[in-house]
């Protein structure tokens, strides 16, 4: 194809219906490697198509790793993954300037957060030095390395995996870093009918692979659909309604920032294109609600001795707003 054409392609519009068709053709792609967790893929793809980073927290062997490679696959993506240890280095992630003797200059060499998919795999593994690394390509996608700035590759996703922060040799992530992430989702153990075709699958001809399903180009162009999706005044507002409460609630020490504001939209309209809609509606908010916001609370200390949870504080929140009647 022409560069000409590729142009012409990126500005045209982009059907709603296509949107959805290529959404549930990775969604179906994805379940190929990963069964059973429907729900948490679509979510994931919201995250990818409203131009987000996901975070994955769960115990360890139930697909995290999985679910990242099979969506690089499914568009064909460039992706890296980066396994965080406690010797791991910033230099690692962002690359470093190395001295050329022959040409008597510096010469910067790309570290491994130079994809279009970054998969950082027990990311809480790492020194909080290391893990702050990720936190100028998450906002600017770019990194700084002596005082000069390379971009990343776009598309640009970071899908990082951690393990409870309970289990031994972890950190727990700044709240700047989990300000960072779009959505965080926790898989679970899969039920037993998934469970059972897993052990048959291993013991028999193998497990099917995701393929590709769509490529970069129209990945960027979906993502650019999902910005175009209309909202109404009153579900901005519904929005804004639901980050307050988390910072007037007596039980929430940090509540929510203006970016939670932004991502819990974002990711609504999202959700909006898949389901071919050209609107926002308050559901597409409150389903994502608990997703976008819990991980950016923070409890006070007599909330968490009590056994609360980030998750019922704000359920508790949602469900005493008015949720408004307009979404288009």
């Given at each position: 194809?022409?560069?000409?054409?590729?142009?012409?392609q990126?500005?045209?519009?982009?059907?709603?219906?296509?949107?959805?068709?290529?959404f549930?053709?990775v969604?179906a792609n994805?379940?190929?490697?990963?069964?059973?967790?429907r729900a948490?893929?679509r979510?994931?793809l919201?995250?990818l198509?409203?131009?987000g980073?996901?975070?994955?927290?769960?115990?360890?062997g139930?697909?995290k790793?999985?679910?990242a490679?099979?969506l690089?696959?499914?568009m064909d993506?460039?992706?890296?993954r980066?396994?965080?240890?406690p010797d791991?280095?910033?230099?690692?992630?962002t690359?470093v300037s190395?001295?050329?003797q022959?040409?008597?200059?510096?010469e910067f060499?790309?570290?491994?957060?130079?994809?279009n998919?970054?998969v950082?795999?027990?990311?809480?593994?790492?020194?909080?030095k290391?893990?702050s690394a990720?936190l100028e390509?998450?906002e600017?996608?770019?990194?700084?390395?002596?005082?000069a700035?390379y971009?990343v590759?776009l598309p640009?996703?970071?899908?990082?995996?951690?393990?409870p922060?309970?289990?031994?040799?972890?950190?727990r992530?700044?709240?700047?870093?989990?300000?960072r992430?779009?959505?965080?989702?926790?898989?679970g153990?899969?039920?037993?009918?998934?469970e059972?075709?897993?052990?048959l699958?291993?013991t028999g001809?193998?497990?099917?692979?995701?393929?590709q399903v769509t490529d970069?180009?129209?990945?960027?162009?979906m993502i650019e659909?999902?910005r175009?999706?209309?909202v109404?005044?009153?579900?901005c507002?519904?929005?804004?309604?639901i980050?307050e409460a988390?910072?007037?609630?007596?039980?929430?020490?940090?509540?929510?920032?203006?970016?939670?504001?932004?991502?819990?939209?974002?990711?609504?309209?999202?959700?909006a294109?898949?389901?071919?809609?050209?609107?926002v509606?308050p559901d597409?908010v409150?389903s994502?609600?608990?997703?976008?916001?819990?991980?950016r609370l923070?409890?006070?200390?007599?909330?968490?001795?009590?056994?609360?949870?980030a998750e019922d504080v704000?359920?508790?929140?949602?469900?005493?707003l008015r949720v408004?009647?307009a979404?288009?």
């Amino acid at each position: 194809m022409q560069p000409a054409q590729r142009a012409d392609q990126a500005h045209a519009p982009f059907p709603a219906t296509r949107f959805a068709t290529v959404f549930e053709s990775v969604v179906a792609n994805v379940e190929q490697a990963l069964r059973g967790k429907r729900a948490e893929v679509r979510k994931a793809l919201v995250c990818l198509f409203a131009g987000g980073h996901l975070l994955i927290e769960d115990v360890p062997g139930v697909g995290k790793t999985t679910l990242a490679k099979a969506l690089a696959t499914s568009m064909d993506a460039r992706w890296r993954r980066i396994q965080f240890t406690p010797d791991l280095l910033p230099t690692d992630i962002t690359g470093v300037s190395v001295w050329n003797q022959p040409r008597q200059s510096f010469e910067f060499h790309p570290g491994a957060v130079f994809a279009n998919l970054v998969v950082g795999d027990e990311i809480n593994r790492a020194s909080p030095k290391t893990q702050s690394a990720l936190l100028e390509v998450m906002e600017e996608r770019q990194v700084t390395v002596d005082g000069a700035g390379y971009q990343v590759p776009l598309p640009f996703m970071v899908i990082a995996t951690q393990n409870p922060v309970d289990l031994g040799g972890t950190y727990r992530l700044p709240e700047a870093q989990l300000d960072r992430f779009l959505l965080r989702l926790r898989l679970g153990y899969p039920d037993a009918r998934s469970e059972s075709a897993l052990l048959l699958e291993d013991t028999g001809r193998g497990r099917r692979a995701a393929s590709q399903v769509t490529d970069l180009a129209e990945v960027e162009r979906m993502i650019e659909c999902a910005r175009g999706v209309r909202v109404s005044p009153a579900v901005c507002d519904y929005v804004v309604a639901i980050v307050e409460a988390t910072r007037r609630q007596p039980e929430i020490r940090l509540g929510a920032s203006p970016r939670a504001s932004q991502a819990l939209l974002r990711a609504a309209k999202a959700s909006a294109a898949a389901d071919a809609r050209g609107f926002v509606v308050p559901d597409d908010v409150k389903s994502l609600a608990a997703d976008v916001l819990t991980h950016r609370l923070v409890l006070t200390p007599d909330a968490e001795v009590s056994g609360r949870r980030a998750e019922d504080v704000l359920a508790d929140l949602v469900g005493a707003l008015r949720v408004p009647t307009a979404g288009g």
